[in-house]
C-alpha cells in the first residue's frame, strides 16, 4: 500500500531554515509528480510546490518561490522541501501528497501524515 | 491564479440526510475539479477527480458533478464517519487551489 512518511518539522526562528523529508514506499516513486501542501492552525490547505517525476521541472506558490526548493532522490524514494528566510506566516502542517501523474498537476491521490513547522522566536 | 469559491461555508445534518456542497471557480476549469475529505487531526483524502470520478475505495454515496465554473459534492445519505471538512481544488492551472472548504457537522 501507497505510504508516505514526512519528517523534519520542528521549531525555527524567524529567518531560520529547515528541510523536511518524505519517505515513500508502495508504489513506483520515480514515476509521479510529487507535492508539498501546508496547512497553517485552524486554516484551509494551500498548495506549495510540484516537482515532476524525474525532477526536471519544479512549480512554486508565489508565497514561497526563491525561498523554499522542492527536491527529489529516485534512487532514496524521498521528496525533500528546503525551506529557507522563515516568516511566522509560514508555520503549518507540511503534507507531502503523491500525484496522480507523472509531468502535469493532475490530482493527489495519496497524502502523508504531515508534519508541524513552527515559526516563532 | 484561479479562485475557488464554496457554499456553505458549514452545514449542520442528520445522519441519513442528502448534502451536497457547491463549489465556484472564477473561470472555466473544464472537468478538472477534485474533491477531498478531511478530518480533524488527519491528512485529506481524496474523494472525486476529474469532477465525476469515484475514486478507489471511496463510498458510492459520494458523488460528484459539474463541469465550466460550477461543481457540486453529493453525499446521497449522510453517515457518522462522513462529518468532516470538504475541500474542492481545480487542477486546470498552475497554482493548482483550494476551496475554503465546507464543514460538516452534526445537527
Known sequence: QVQ??????????????????????????????????RQAPGKGLEWVAFIRYDGSNKYYADSVK???TISRDNSKNTLYLQMNSLRAEDTA???????AGDGYIHWMDYWG??????VSS | ??????????????????VTITCRASQS?????????????????????AASSLQSGVPSRFSGSGSGTDFTLTISSLQPED??????????STPPTFGPGTKVDIK
Open chain 2, 29 to 49: 476549469i473544464s472537468s478538472y475539479l477534485n474533491w477531498y475529505q478531511q478530518k480533524p487531526g488527519k491528512a485529506p483524502k481524496l474523494l472525486i477527480y
Open chain 1, 113 to 118: 501524515q504531515g508534519t508541524l513547522v513552527t
Open chain 1, 93 to 99: 502542517v507540511y503534507y507531502c501528497a503523491k500525484d
Open chain 1, 66 to 68: 526563491g525561498r523554499f
Open chain 1, 4 to 37: 508516505l512518511v514526512e519528517s523534519g518539522g520542528g521549531v525555527v526562528q524567524p529567518g531560520g531554515s529547515l528541510r523536511l523529508s518524505c519517505a515513500a514506499s508502495g508504489f513506483t516513486f520515480s514515476s509521479y509528480g510529487m507535492h508539498w501542501v
Open chain 2, 1 to 18: 491564479d484561479i479562485q475557488m469559491t464554496q457554499s456553505p461555508s458549514s452545514l449542520s445534518a442528520s445522519v441519513g440526510d442528502r
Open chain 2, 83 to 92: 462529518f468532516a471538512t470538504y475541500y474542492c481544488q481545480q487542477s486546470y
